[in-house]
Every structure is written in structure tokens, then in C-alpha cells.
């Protein structure tokens, strides 16, 4: 039996973040700060020195080295959880039932059953959980679903290769790098690092599936995790997707490419190359600055969604949909 507690409507958003590691530093952390209707009000790292350096560097009055200490902390009336996926289930639940939103990290949880009973707690709590896939929010992204669906046709074959070259002797040692090599703490490595963005983003821009399959393998067997991935979707609009992800090999490429009745479309993941449109009308490239936060428009539709004033950009049942892929790719994995 779950208990939980009465949801309140919230005026002004009030974040505590659980786990202020390397990823809140930039990318997410100073956005809650400087997003309207939105204070990061407490944070909580299990090293209590970090978690008071991370205070005082970032002008946050609270700070915590127990999660549950934050979670019941009246001040706090939303819950960012930026841990390793090991814990995310176990933190966003107890937000949930807390009677707190939670906005939570990618991969959503280790693996699809995790995020199946997740999404049975959100919706046994009647609470609000968006999956932290920030990219379909990016005004790069954006641009690109809007190509996809005005300018190339119906959408018909997506290729997307991913590469990079083996990782150096120092960085397979470094603190930040062994967890996400650990599939007990991360779900899978490189590829679950990764993978959960750009397959979100094949879901956000092509809707429902139907059919997906892989196979994963360890190939240079530098860490426990697989280093090569390959899988293919169908999407319920008749488009395919084949996937490649190699972590081992001599170059390094980020690169979509989505090809329809009246034209293609190439573009970036990670890398934020400029997009390509090729159609009846020529080529065509379009450019975008780098954002200095880069879930800052992620983290705005949130506060809008938490404030009841939008829709929620990223559901536990889509996060739930993109962990089933993600084990379809990579279980059973070659032996």
C-alpha cells in the first residue's frame, strides 16, 4: 500500500536537488535559479563537505547530506533527483509519496521494470514526474521537428550513427567516469549514458512504437559494460530506424540523418552540428548558438507544468517507453 501525502497547487516553484554532482554544476543547476517563478532553495550530496561547498559556491541557503532530510524539508516543494540511475527510482519515489513533482535524470531508472513500478507509484500518487530528456525542448531540436514535418514529406528511413574512440587510461580511473561504467549503478554504461537522449528524441519526433530489437556486445572489454550497440525500431507511422553505438574505434561521429518522400534532413546529438535540408528546394543549413545552460528550456516547461499552467514535456510513461527500448537493444546481449 502506497501513503502518501495531499499534492498542494504550487504558486512559486521551490527546488531542492538531490545529488549536486558534475551535471548541476553547468548544465542544469544555475537554470533553477534563473527561471522565472523558480528558487533552488536545497541541496543534498551524501558528502556532507560537497554538499556544503556546492551551497556556498551556488548562493543556496540549505544544504543536506540525507535525502530524506530535504525531501521533508517544508521549503522544498519540488524535487530534482541528479543521482546515479541506481538510486532515481528510490529517491522519485519517495518525492512522489512525499506529495512533492519530481523532475528526474536520464535514464529514468537501471532498466524497464524499474520504471514500470516508478510510473505505477506517480500514478498511485496522482503526482507529477518529468524524465529530464531536455533536448525536445532546445530550440535545435525544435527546429528540427518542425523540418521533419513540413519540408521533407512523409518521413520514411532514419540512420543514426554514434562513435567515439576508446576512453584514455586516466579517464576509465576517474570518479566520474567508473560509475557510469558500472552497469549495476548505471544501467548499461556509454550507451545508457547516452542512448536515452537520442532515443527520446526518435519517439518525440516519430510517436508510438511498435516493434524494437538489438543486440549489445563488449568488444575491446575495457570495463563490464557493453562498448557496441545495434538495434532498429518501427514506428506506428511505417518509419524505421536503425541505431549504431560503438564506444571502441578509431573516430569519433554524431550524426541523424532522416530521410522522407521529398527530402533529408542531418543533424547532430550531441554535438550541435549545423542541420542540413535537402530538398526540391536545394540545401539548406541552419545554425544555433550553444546554450550556456542546456536544460534551462527544459526546466521552464517544467515550472510551467509543476505550476499547472502546461503540459508535461517529458511523462513517466514516455521515460518508461524509452527504458523498454533500451533493454530491448541490449537484452539478451551477445554472448
Known amino acids: 500500500m502506497i501513503v502518501y501525502k495531499e499534492r498542494m497547487e504550487i504558486k512559486e516553484i521551490k527546488w531542492g536537488i538531490i545529488g549536486v554532482g558534475d551535471v548541476t554544476e553547468v548544465k542544469s543547476g544555475p537554470a533553477f535559479q534563473k527561471v522565472e517563478h523558480s528558487q533552488l532553495v536545497a541541496v543534498m550530496r551524501r558528502d556532507a563537505a560537497k554538499a556544503r561547498d556546492y551551497a556556498e559556491r551556488h548562493r543556496v541557503p540549505t544544504w543536506y547530506s540525507d535525502a ?22 528510490y529517491y522519485a519515489a519517495a518525492a512522489l509519496k512525499a506529495g512533492k513533482p519530481v523532475y528526474l535524470e536520464k535514464p529514468m531508472t537501471l532498466g524497464r521494470l524499474q520504471a514500470k513500478e516508478l510510473l505505477h507509484t506517480q500514478q498511485a500518487c496522482s503526482g507529477k514526474l518529468t524524465v529530464a530528456h531536455y533536448r525536445r525542448e532546445q530550440p535545435y531540436f525544435k527546429k528540427v521537428k518542425e523540418l521533419i514535418d513540413e519540408h521533407i514529406g512523409t518521413p520514411r528511413v532514419v540512420n543514426l550513427r554514434f562513435y567515439q574512440q576508446p576512453l584514455s587510461a586516466e579517464t576509465l580511473q576517474s570518479p566520474g567516469m567508473l560509475w557510469r ?38 568488444q575491446a572489454k575495457l570495463y563490464a559494460a557493453a562498448d ?35 527530402g533529408r ?3 547532430s546529438v550531441f554535438t550541435y552540428q549545423p542541420i542540413e535540408l535537402v530538398n526540391e528546394h536545394g540545401v539548406q543549413h541552419f545554425d544555433f548558438e550553444p546554450l550556456p545552460h542546456v536544460q534551462q528550456p527544459m526546466i521552464e516547461a517544467v515550472v510551467s507544468y509543476f505550476r499547472g499552467l502546461g503540459p508535461n514535456p517529458c511523462s513517466a510513461q514516455e521515460g518508461y517507453e524509452v527504458m523498454t527500448i533500451l533493454d530491448n537493444f541490449v537484452t539478451p546481449s551477445c554472448p
Open 68 to 89: 530524506q532530510q530535504l525531501i521533508d524539508d517544508p521549503r522544498v516543494n519540488a524535487i530534482y533527483v541528479a543521482t546515479p540511475p541506481d538510486t532515481h527510482a
Open 181 to 218: 561504467l558500472n552497469p549495476e549503478q548505471s544501467g548499461g554504461g556509454l550507451f545508457h549514458d547516452l542512448a536515452p537522449h537520442q532515443i527520446d528524441l526518435m519517439r518525440h519526433f516519430f510517436g508510438n512504437v511498435v516493434w524494437s530489437k538489438g543486440i549489445a556486445h563488449n
Open 228 to 262: 557496441a550497440v545495434s538495434g532498429q525500431i518501427l514506428f506506428e507511422n511505417d518509419v524505421l530506424f536503425s541505431g549504431q553505438w560503438a564506444f571502441n574505434v578509431a573516430e569519433n561521429r554524431d550524426v541523424c540523418e532522416i530521410i522522407g518522400s521529398a
Open 265 to 267: 534532413i542531418s543533424f
